[in-house]
């Protein structure tokens, strides 16, 4: 059985679906991965590879033409019996070119996006599109329950929807670790591509105040990633250098980041499903993030960490100075139980039996039933 794989990222493919990969390859199935080829470097030793050029961020009207009629090139040279898509554009483009072929597909919805929150004529576009290709793909997953009533509300989806806890978290990788010795800094984390949405704004707002505060002396806030928008190019160097954070640039490897921090903070405006948040959980480490779908659902406030109220910088402060104020035994028991709720809810291996099931439904194995 030949299966394609769409999506916009090499290396967000690797970092959460090269398990789901390996599954697939294991089990027999042909599998070719299509998206921007980043380096010379390739982990995909068993795939076959398709380099296509994506303007992730970009509405140009005739670039999605382009990358639209690509696939459909795509979809007739490499005959596959399944796609799975990721991300917008491959959903959308990829989607419409199976419905066209007539090829089972079956997109990943991640999360709503700007588009689907920007007000006018290119939200109406977006919502017409979604429901025209989704209601046609064999399954369409989704990641939070916020997105599933929202399809629901917009007719884009009907019963071939399966609920999948994000991607999920490797748990053999990000492994519980040791939490810093009580006699350390206390070391906060914002993991992300640096953009406003991302609450960046926010934190950085809140990070000002508390080594303002003559309490809070011994803190550290690192920012981690890349940035996304220039602006704040400036912004993160002045802020370094002023010894508010401690701008680390893009990180390949979170372990030893994660090894020193006590808690990882993401006051993000929307979200599909924070991996950043499963990962600080899965090794132990308590969160602070915003009370929204993609993050609630990770947190149980108050056990694992702390919700404070989106793109609200007042609540956001109060809520790291209460974790700072924590008895370190608690700060620690946050960890234990914040991994124990990875471990239930979110392990890698519930999203991965998933895909294999519903591809098995496609093949005739009627193994399963959608939401």
Request: net charge positive.
């Amino acid at each position: 059985m030949r299966i394609l794989v769409l999506t916009n990222s090499m290396s967000g493919f690797r970092l959460f679906r090269m398990e789901l990969t390996d599954r697939l390859i294991n089990n027999g199935y042909n599998v070719t991965l299509c998206f921007p080829l980043e380096n010379e470097d390739n982990p995909f030793k068993n795939c076959n590879i398709i380099n296509i050029h994506i303007d992730r961020r970009g509405m140009n009207p005739f670039k999605d033409l382009k990358l639209f009629f690509k696939y459909l090139s795509i979809l007739r040279k490499v005959k596959p019996d399944v796609v799975l898509t990721y991300t917008i554009k491959p959903n959308l483009y990829g989607g419409l070119a199976c419905v066209l072929q007539k090829v089972p597909f079956m997109p990943n919805i991640t999360g709503l996006g700007s588009s689907f929150h920007k007000r006018g004529i290119v939200q109406k576009l977006i919502i017409a599109f979604s429901k025209f290709v989704f209601r046609k793909a064999a399954t369409v997953f989704v990641q939070n329950d916020d997105i599933l009533k929202y399809l629901r509300e917009i007719n884009a989806v009907s019963d071939n929807v399966v609920r999948i806890p994000g991607s999920g978290v490797n748990l053999e990788k990000y492994v519980l670790l040791e939490y810093p010795k009580e006699d350390t800094p206390i070391v906060f984390n914002f993991v992300a591509r640096i953009m406003k949405e991302k609450g960046i704004d926010e934190y950085l707002e809140a990070a000002r105040r508390i080594k303002n505060n003559s309490r809070f002396k011994n803190v550290v806030f690192n920012v981690i990633g890349s940035t996304e928008e220039s602006i704040y190019d400036d912004i993160l160097k002045t802020e370094h250098e002023k010894g508010t954070i401690c701008y680390r640039g893009y990180q390949p490897d979170m372990i030893p980041y994660l090894r020193g921090c006590h808690c990882t903070v993401n006051p993000t405006y929307h979200e599909g499903m924070s991996n950043v948040l499963q990962e600080s959980s899965a090794c132990g480490r308590p969160v602070i993030a915003s009370d929204i779908p993609g993050c609630k659902e990770i947190v149980d406030d108050g056990v694992t960490g702390f919700l404070c109220k989106v793109k609200d910088a007042d609540d956001l402060s109060l809520k790291i100075e209460k974790f700072i104020m924590l008895p370190y035994k608690e700060k620690v028991s946050m960890g234990l139980l914040a991994r124990e709720k990875m471990q239930r809810e979110f392990d890698r291996n519930i999203v991965i039996d998933s895909y294999m099931r519903e591809t098995k439904k496609i093949q005739g194995d009627e193994n399963g039933k959608p939401l």
